[in-house]
């Protein structure tokens, strides 16, 4: 470990603006840095480190540098803070660790501290500042949308992308563009009731979180899910008091706003009587699970928070649990292949892994077929692929590769930001390949549909 040892000495002298040390707000816990025994397991999983080569842009390597901020051998600046941007959050790192690292809390932690204790550069804070004002807020959103409609309508976005003006001018702007998704009228409307039937025997009382990018790019998915919920004895309630989850600020340590976020939707879940809160994005259902430790010290809502938690189910999770009673027929006249896209916080932050391919593999008629690296990242991780877009691009291709390897005919992927960066990718090797979340994949089962009608 003497290479990574000898590498702090160059990490604190690039900014004249750093602070020694880590405030007294929840800093990395020292003894969760002193558990990690340096053994090297988590480099091979380690999506940056594999795209970046440099240990310190690897877990271990980032253990060491808070290890180091908090002795005070080592500041907290530009030289250091790149290498926790570098990460995705993936977690990946957390499942191979053989001494059961808890990287994931360390991260977790991390992050607040940089953005209360270090200062970043005005155009970094001014992008970011557009991300967090925007994303996390469906309504905001949609009134940017309007004209960004129009801009696709008129064919001045495939202008702009094939000038490769943007890419020039600036490579994050470009990198959030490129995940633009078609706007269709139905980007403008909530269509879902606030509370839906169960078909036949009501078995549960289920919520349903609509999601931010779900709610305005993938409504078919929301709309698919809260058919097969109700087509399996759920009585669906939709509280549309609800907002974000809270995820995309959270895990770029944006504390005060994500607790905000998070209090508004606990609120718009009180006195719903529901015996589940179901959501059918991965990355947003890990944060929803979280929602205990991030308001731990909040008086009001500790408790209510905690008891939130408990009633989150990722709606594969959930179904899987609860048993389908609906019917199931083929979607395809021939035996129709699928590969299973992971994503990292359903794979690595909730351990659901099984239940999605035995759901599928209800559906008679599927053939499931395994990625190589099926556990690495795609490079979406939220916000990463526009704060990171060259380690993301490397990522989407790499992991494109792999699904196209298998030669399925059909991906399933339970996760947006997962589904935007493959669809990218595809696109960007000229592969035509349809993605579809499992639920939608149910659905159409369920309703007797085939995939082409």
Do not use: W
């Amino acid at each position: 470990m003497q290479t990574s040892e000898n590498s702090l000495t160059n990490l604190d002298d690039s900014n004249p603006i750093n602070i020694n040390g880590f405030d007294n707000d929840h800093p990395p816990n020292p003894k969760l840095i002193d558990s990690c025994v340096h053994c090297g397991f988590c480099l091979s999983t380690c999506p940056s480190y594999r795209v970046i080569g440099k240990e310190m842009d690897s877990p271990r390597g980032r253990i060491y540098l808070m290890d180091a901020i908090n002795k005070g051998e080592i500041s907290l600046n530009t030289a250091t803070v790149q290498h926790f941007d570098s990460c995705l959050g993936c977690l990946a790192c957390v499942t191979t660790c053989p001494s059961s690292v808890q990287y994931d809390k360390l991260i977790t932690a991390m992050r607040p501290q940089i953005e209360r204790n270090y200062s970043r550069s005005l155009p970094d804070k001014l992008y970011r500042k557009l991300i967090f004002s925007l994303f996390p807020y469906p309504n905001r959103l949609r009134v940017l949308l309007a004209p960004l409609m129009v801009y696709q309508k008129l064919g001045l976005q495939k202008l702009v992308r094939s000038t490769g003006l943007l890419q020039r001018l600036s490579p994050r702007l470009a990198a959030m563009e490129s995940n633009l998704q078609e706007i269709t009228p139905r980007t403008f409307v909530d269509t879902l009731p606030e509370v839906i039937s169960a078909e036949g025997e009501k078995r549960y009382r289920v919520g349903v979180i609509l999601g931010c990018v779900q709610r305005l790019f993938f409504s078919k998915v929301n709309e698919a899910t809260v058919r097969v919920l109700t087509a399996n004895g759920c009585e669906v309630v939709i509280p549309k008091a609800q907002g974000c989850c809270a995820a995309l600020p959270h895990h770029q340590g944006q504390e005060e706003q994500a607790k905000a976020i998070a209090r508004q939707m606990i609120d718009s879940f009180e006195g719903t009587n529901v015996d589940a809160i179901i959501i059918n994005a991965a990355g947003c259902g890990h944060t929803l699970k979280e929602y205990g430790h991030l308001l731990q010290d909040d008086p009001d809502y500790q408790e209510k928070a905690v008891k939130f938690a408990t009633k989150v189910k990722d709606a594969q999770e959930f179904l899987y649990e609860a048993g389908i009673t609906a019917k199931l027929s083929p979607i395809s006249d021939q035996p129709l292949t699928l590969v299973y896209q992971d994503a990292c916080h359903l794979l690595h932050g909730q351990k659901i892994s099984v239940q999605p391919r035995q759901l599928l593999r209800q559906i008679p008629g599927v053939q499931l077929r395994e990625p190589m690296d099926a556990a690495l990242c795609c490079g979406s991780a939220g916000v990463y692929n526009m704060l990171q877009p060259e380690v993301a691009g490397e990522l989407g291709k790499q992991k494109v590769e792999n699904l196209l390897n298998t030669g399925a005919e059909l991906i399933a992927s339970a996760n947006p930001g997962c589904t935007i960066q493959i669809s990218k990718h595809l696109e960007l090797q000229e592969k035509t390949i349809p993605i579809m979340h499992p639920v939608e994949l149910l659905d159409l089962s369920i309703r007797g549909v085939k995939l082409h009608e």
